[in-house]
């Protein structure tokens, strides 16, 4: 049986947590990273770059990583014919984790990335014979302006949307929906953020922004709707629940890396970080009020949601619910401050570390 995986989006955020959590194991599968570049050693190039965000020391599982030149945008992957007869025969798993996830981009341009790509990737999919498995990470955002709860099976209710992000990866899942062939899931993470012990995260975006603001005395006023809900995520829980998705044959079909029903207001959000970072509330004015060219204003649609996304599949299959905010939003504020909120990041292993000594 083949066993190998191979990982789309592994140089993302959320796929460095997923290679990390892989390479724990020392007897695990290979791992086939498909990154952007000219040539083999541009590959080798960026996955050394990727090892150098997880750790000061890279383990000896870290031979298990097979860079692999690709590009979602071309059809076939644009992989080399070697690249592709060494996938087709080793592969066992596809995990796509990979999207354009900038909110500003024309639709045109998101549609080639997240549609196409996914295109592209289930294509290449179909080509394995013993293909055990196919994950698709969309986001919990499919759900648009939609209200009220939305559920896992839910999907086209008619939403509008926020920007082109959210339109194009609903538009990927519709396709996926549509692959009856392959043996599929689904995952819907919600905003993710830092995991939950260390605090850790390379990416310093969405909810990071006012916080990194606030704590630095620079946001007297929020636009944001106090009722709004704000679903965050640590990333360990996401991983944890696409880890499961990858390896267990019964799991299939979607499911919510949400907070759901643990999910924060804007308002307790807002309450939460004035307890921890010892400073008063900020004015909550109407959502929509900062000026377009303002660096915080595409994140601003994301504090007046009044979608609550169901995760009861997710929670089913784990067992467990994601964590709640207030057990770990001192840890993201702690790694943000030590880290300069990107400017003086850490390696994923010297965060970890540093939360041990803590």
């Given amino acids: 049986m083949s066993d190998a995986i191979l990982l789309t989006g592994g140089t993302g955020f959320l796929g ?11 007897a695990g599968p290979d791992i086939f990273v498909a990154v952007r570049a000219r040539d083999a050693a541009g590959a080798q190039t960026r996955v050394d770059e990727l090892l150098a965000r997880l750790y000061d020391d890279p383990p000896p599982s870290a031979a298990r990583l097979r860079p692999v030149c690709a590009e979602l945008t071309t059809e076939g992957l644009g992989l080399s014919a070697r690249d592709r ?8 798993r596809v995990v796509h984790c990979a999207a354009s996830i900038s909110f500003t981009l024309p639709l045109d341009e998101a549609r080639s990335i997240n549609v196409g790509g996914t295109s592209h990737v289930l294509d290449t999919a179909r080509e394995i014979d013993d293909l055990q ?12 302006r939609a209200r009220g709860r939305f559920r896992e099976a839910d999907l086209d209710c008619g939403q509008r949307f926020r920007n082109t992000y959210e339109q194009t990866k609903c538009e990927a899942e519709l396709l996926v929906a ?17 995991e939950s012990d260390s605090g850790w995260t390379s990416a310093f975006n969405v909810v990071y922004w006012p916080l990194q603001a606030f704590a630095r005395g620079l946001f007297a006023e929020l636009p944001a709707d106090p009722s709004g809900i704000v679903d965050l995520v640590p990333v360990d829980h996401v991983t944890e629940l696409l880890d499961r998705l990858t390896f267990d044959r019964n799991a299939a079909g979607t499911y919510s890396a949400v907070s759901g029903d643990r999910a924060v207001t804007v308002a307790e959000l807002v309450d939460l970080a004035c307890q921890i970072l010892d ?7 109407p959502p929509g009020t900062l000026p377009d060219g303002h660096p915080g204003a ?3 649609p994301y504090f007046d949601v009044q979608a609550a996304f169901d995760d009861r599949r997710a929670r089913a299959l784990l067992g467990a619910a994601a964590p709640r905010a207030r057990d770990y939003f001192g840890a993201l504020l702690e ?4 880290a300069r909120w990107g400017k003086r990041p850490f390696t994923r292993q010297a965060a970890r570390g540093l939360a041990v000594v803590a």
């Fill in 16 to 26: 460095m947590e997923l290679i990390a959590r892989w390479l724990q194991d020392d």
């Fill in 85 to 92: 007869a060494d996938l087709i025969a080793n592969v066992g």
């Fill in 133 to 144: 498995r196919v994950v698709h990470v969309s986001t919990a955002y499919v759900a648009g």
């Fill in 178 to 194: 549509s692959a009856g062939d392959l043996p599929l899931a689904v995952l819907r993470p919600s905003i993710v953020v830092g």
């Fill in 279 to 285: 400073r008063p509330a900020p004015r909550l004015s």
């Fill in 298 to 300: 595409i994140f601003a």
């Fill in 335 to 338: 790694y943000g401050r030590r």
